[in-house]
């Protein structure tokens, strides 16, 4: 069984940063990539950032030059800083961790950027 925890989320002014944190523990096997997923309040789940395990990052246009993916694959672990954020950012993200047959999500972590 493979346990997806993120963490790190929170309220921040815009303009400000924040680091989200994910760890996956359990029985990952052929881990091929790791990413950031965000939804906010009646909108679909979207990819804001992946990390495949060669090292190839991939960004949605929206974050790009501000968001950054970096990835630990020995330790299964993927952090996005996330620099310059504006209030369209608020939503819940959630990490994915995709092996060769499966993939995980963790539960969520709520960011809301407002002054």
């Known amino acids: 069984q493979v346990h997806v925890v993120e963490s790190g989320g929170g309220l921040v002014q815009p303009g400000g940063s924040l680091r989200l944190s994910c760890a996956a523990s359990g029985s990952v096997f052929r881990l091929s990539a790791m990413g950031w997923h965000r939804q906010a309040p009646g909108q679909q789940r979207e990819l804001v950032a992946l990390?495949?395990?060669?090292?190839?990052?991939n960004y949605a246009d929206s974050v790009k030059g501000r968001f950054t993916i970096s990835g630990d694959n020995a330790n299964r672990t993927v952090y996005l800083q996330m620099n310059s954020l504006k209030p369209e950012d608020t939503a819940v993200y959630y990490c994915?961790?995709?092996?060769?047959?499966?993939?995980?999500w963790g539960q969520g972590t709520q960011v809301t950027v407002s002054s």
């Open positions: 990390i495949l395990s060669s090292g190839t990052t």
């Open positions: 994915r961790i995709t092996t060769g047959r499966y993939a995980y």
